[in-house]
Structure formats: C-alpha cells, structure tokens
C-alpha cells in the first residue's frame, strides 16, 4: 500500500523532474529549429517520469502491483503533469482545501 506521504514525495520528485527535463528538451528543440506543442511534450515527459518512478518505488520495495497501486501510478502521472504546468504550490495548495473541508 502506498501512503499519502510517499505519494506527495513522489509528486514532489516527479513534478520537479518534469520541469526540468521539460526545460531541457525545449531547448534542445530549440537549438534544431523543431517546433513543438508545450502542453503535449510536459504530458508525454510526466507520463515517462512517473511510470518510471512509480514502478522503480513498487519494485524497490517488494511491492506487487495490485489495482491500487496501478491507480496511485495513474494519479501519479496525472498529478505530475499538472503541477509541471500549473506548480507544484498550486496544486499542493488545492489538495489541502480539499483536504480541510
């Protein structure tokens, strides 16, 4: 089972990592003259880093992958793609007035 402290770390980590790698490869794409859609390469980079990320804590730690856990990897990425383009304060500052009322 996967806690909502291990969970908000791997935001943490995973959010962080994609705008980054994000920043990284637009300038990469910069560089060869490639046009791109911004919110299209964040989604695509969040959907690599948080199955890799996800999968690499699940398999660390001995854990199987049971339905619960395939979901907190697919909330994973959808999380991580969100606070990439909105910030990680935002989204962090939404999921606490969820969490008070």
Do not use: R
Not at 11 to 18: C, G, K, V
Not at 67 to 90: E, H
Request: with cysteine; hydrophobic share 55%; proline share 0%.
């Amino acid at each position: 089972m996967v806690s909502v402290e291990v969970f908000m770390l791997g935001l943490l980590i995973t959010s962080t990592l994609t705008s980054l790698v994000t920043e990284a490869v637009k300038k990469l794409m910069a560089e060869h003259n490639k046009t791109y859609h911004a919110n299209t390469l964040v989604g695509i980079i969040a959907l690599v880093l948080s199955i890799v990320i996800g999968s690499g804590y699940v398999v660390l730690n001995g854990l199987e992958f049971t339905s619960a856990v395939i979901i907190c990897l697919i909330a994973l990425v959808f999380m991580s793609w969100l606070c990439a383009m909105v910030g990680y304060d935002k989204v962090i500052q939404a999921i606490s007035q969820f969490k008070n009322n």
